[in-house]
């Protein structure tokens, strides 16, 4: 198929499937700022979703510039001839720019985290600040929020995958897996299946296997729209909830002019007293900005209750240990976050 394909398809009946993700594509850039949409990046992998969405990004997009981003992870044996395919049909689908982006997957988590971890670096690399598309579905959302709530991670996880979080921008959210498979079939192209897809293994292919359906089976159909929903009500809640924490956070640093002094920004003391007169969820909702904004990472609930305790349990206890070696501390009515000292005993921050 030449780049005049999808072109020719979306003057014929019957092609309902590429004309919904071409329809979530154009809704998807509507609600993108101005300033965001002087050129378009494609995360490609040669499946379904991200083909269906290569070709919806090229047909609603023309007047800017496009560009598909292939990343090759090396993990398997031909890994980069799927890539170069993978580009080659983007280029059929009328993509402008094409590029493939071998990474190298190592570090902690397996195989699966490592791999998320290369290609959202390399993604973002490589687009240089423009928004990238990821071709994640209503199914993926549901599999998402699922995972979240096996883990007890917490309303943030059960929120699911925001539409736009920049860079990263999701128009198919809305769309189940089946529309992209279709568009596929009604484009005339075959999209890769990767086998990890289907490798038992993995948590989240037993959950899009044997969870969902049997859900599906048990409560009688919809079970992947009903998590969806639920994520989009449930960051509503959280988008709320964050925006009052900041507003705590803001008051509790004693921020007057906005956080120009960079020192306060990078290492803060935060007032106990204006910490301990609010509830709890906005409390430590501030806490978890702070401590990010400090550089502390991969917080768990259990480190953010030990630093709450701090303040909504104290009990002259000593410092908590937190990721990364810093210590979060409370004295004369303040707490701070550090650098831990050499040998310095802590609390636990298993409570």
């Not at 590429?18 to 990046?41: G, N, Q, W, Y």
């Not at 090229?58 to 007047?63: E, I, L, Q, V």
């Not at 701070?336 to 609390?347: K, L, N």
Request: aromatic share 4%; glycine share 12%; proline share 6%.
């Amino acid at each position: 198929m030449g780049a005049a394909g999808p072109l020719t398809a979306s003057g014929r009946s019957g092609f309902h499937a590429v004309a919904a993700v071409r329809k979530a594509v154009r809704e998807f850039m509507r609600t993108l700022p101005e300033s965001a949409a002087e050129s378009l990046c494609v995360a490609v992998s040669g499946g379904a979703d991200s083909l269906a969405l290569a070709e919806a990004a090229a047909y609603t997009c023309r007047s800017l510039p496009v560009t598909a981003l292939v990343v090759d992870h090396g993990l398997q044996t031909g890994s980069d001839e799927v890539a170069e395919k993978a580009a080659a049909t983007a280029r059929e689908l009328g993509v402008g720019e094409v590029r493939v982006l071998p990474v190298s997957v190592s570090g902690r988590g397996g195989p699966e985290a490592a791999a998320r971890r290369a290609r959202y670096a390399a993604l973002r690399e490589a687009s240089a600040g423009a928004p990238v598309l990821l071709g994640h579905t209503r199914d993926d959302q549901a599999e998402t929020v699922l995972l979240g709530l096996g883990r007890g991670s917490g309303p943030r996880s059960i929120a699911g995958m925001r539409p736009y979080d920049p860079p990263w921008g999701r128009p198919l959210l809305g769309l189940p897996r089946a529309t992209t498979r279709a568009a596929c079939d009604e484009l005339g192209i075959v999209p890769w299946q990767d086998p990890h897809n289907s490798d038992s293994r993995y948590r989240r292919v037993r959950i899009r296997e044997e969870a969902l359906p049997t859900l599906e089976d048990v409560l009688g159909g919809g079970v992947a729209g009903a998590l969806a929903r639920t994520a989009a009500q449930l960051r509503e809640d959280v988008d709320v909830l964050d925006d009052l924490g900041e507003e705590l956070l803001a008051a509790a640093r004693g921020d007057t002019c906005g956080g120009a002094d960079e020192g306060r920004r990078t290492a803060p003391e935060l007032s106990v007293p204006v910490l301990e007169s609010a509830p709890g969820a906005l409390r430590r909702r501030a806490l978890r900005s702070w401590l990010l904004g400090a550089g502390v990472r991969e917080l768990t609930d259990a480190h953010l209750r030990s630093v709450d305790a701090l303040v909504a349990d104290w009990r002259g206890q000593g410092g908590v240990w937190l990721p990364g070696d810093f210590e979060a501390s409370r004295a004369r009515g303040k707490l701070r976050v550090e650098p831990a000292a050499a040998g310095i005993i802590t609390t636990s921050h298993h409570r």
